[in-house]
């Protein structure tokens, strides 16, 4: 006894569409939330720039800081007090310049502060032309 002699039997089909929309979905979630842990491996070390110097008149100012943020103006170490201080050396330096250039130059491993100190001191001491020194590129 065959009831169902008329009907054919369907074959089943799997549709794929829905399951690549909930990978995508998934694929995008994991971009979205992926923590990049390179950011936290950065090591910087001194600017490197290649150019020529340019030939100026202006005795420039030489602010050396070390990485143990010990200052030295002209080659000639300074005791750090504080902002103040420096900027009055930063002035006996300039000497009779109106508008010396500050070229500060810094350890790679020189304190982010101690740069800023000497940023301010000059901002002080009326001198606007700032310059920082690095070193070409070894090829």
Not at 77 to 82: E, F, H, R, S
Not at 93 to 110: H, L, S, W, Y
Request: zero cysteines.
């Amino acid at each position: 006894m065959n009831f169902q002699r008329g009907r054919t039997r369907e074959e089943p089909e799997i549709n794929l569409i829905p399951m690549i929309d909930v990978l995508l979905v998934i694929l995008i979630f994991l971009m979205v939330t992926t923590s990049y842990a390179k950011y936290s491996e950065l090591q910087i070390n001194l600017p490197q720039a290649g150019g020529e110097a340019v030939a100026s008149q202006v005795q420039p100012v030489n602010v050396a800081i070390d990485a143990s943020a010990h200052y030295a103006i002209n080659n000639n170490a300074l005791n750090y007090t504080d902002v103040n201080a420096l900027a009055g050396s930063l002035k006996t330096a300039a000497g009779t310049q109106t508008d010396p250039v500050i070229v500060i130059n810094a350890d790679a491993k020189t304190p982010h502060q101690a740069v800023i100190n000497v940023m301010e001191a000059a901002r002080q001491a009326g001198f606007g032309r700032i310059t920082f020194a690095t070193q070409t590129e070894a090829r």
